[in-house]
């Protein structure tokens, strides 16, 4: 069965620095999306993305991250100087835009 | 925002019976998703609901899309010991063509043997 992969699983990264995660979305999969989770807390959308640009982003989604589709199979976040607060299990998914968004593992994010 | 209220937060049950729960949203949601989330791992789809009134089963699950699109229900029958984790809701709206998905806070289940 198809699925999102994610990598690294874990990502430990000093306050400042640039982080880039990765997913290769479901290949058939027109849609992509990021959310992210704190521990404990609810899953929270950040962006999606499709047709190779961002078509809805929440506030979390500020200047600092970015997304990039560089080929026809990998899917990146990028947050360019992180914040403790940017801390987190972020999760990329994939849909074929019939809205049943297929998860990833995660990534954990640690900023020291 | 857009809020999903989910409850129960927890429940802890024996293996056999049977459990409930729930999301309700001040605003109308055209699909509702259930989702299942093991620690450090992501959310797993469990069941996918697109029309007001529409009763799923997948196996012992069963859910259903309320009727004002503003509330969705989930059943486990028989629960076993590995449907232990934390079971989310999420709903969607196509307000403004939105793709993304709002979840509720999470129930943390646990199956005593």
């Known amino acids: 069965e198809p699925e999102v992969t994610q990598t690294p699983s874990h990502q430990v990264t000093q306050m400042g620095q640039e982080v880039i995660l990765r997913c290769v979305p479901i290949s058939n999969h027109l849609y992509f999306y990021w959310y992210r989770q704190i521990l404990g807390q609810k899953v929270e959308f950040l962006v999606s993305f499709y047709n190779n640009e961002i078509s809805e982003k929440s506030e979390i989604f500020d200047d600092q991250f970015s997304v990039e589709r560089p080929d026809g199979s990998n899917f990146t976040l990028k947050i360019r100087s992180t914040k403790l607060e940017d801390s987190a299990m972020y999760f990329c998914a994939s849909s074929t835009g019939l809205s049943t968004q297929y998860f990833g593992p995660g990534t954990r994010l640690t900023v020291l | 925002g857009q809020q999903l209220n989910q409850s129960p937060q927890s429940m802890f049950i024996q293996e056999g019976e049977d459990v409930s729960m729930n999301c309700t949203s001040s605003s109308i949601f055209n699909t509702w998703l259930w989702y299942k989330q093991d620690p450090g791992e992501g959310p797993v789809l469990l069941i996918a609901?697109?029309?007001?009134?529409e009763l799923t089963s997948n196996g012992r699950l069963t859910a259903q899309f309320g009727i004002t699109r503003k509330d969705s229900f989930l059943n486990i029958s028989a629960s076993i010991p590995s449907d232990v984790g934390i079971y989310f809701c999420a709903g969607r709206s196509t307000q403004g063509g939105s793709e993304k998905l709002v979840f509720g806070k999470g129930m943390k289940l646990t199956v005593n043997p």
């Open positions: 609901l697109y029309k007001a009134g």
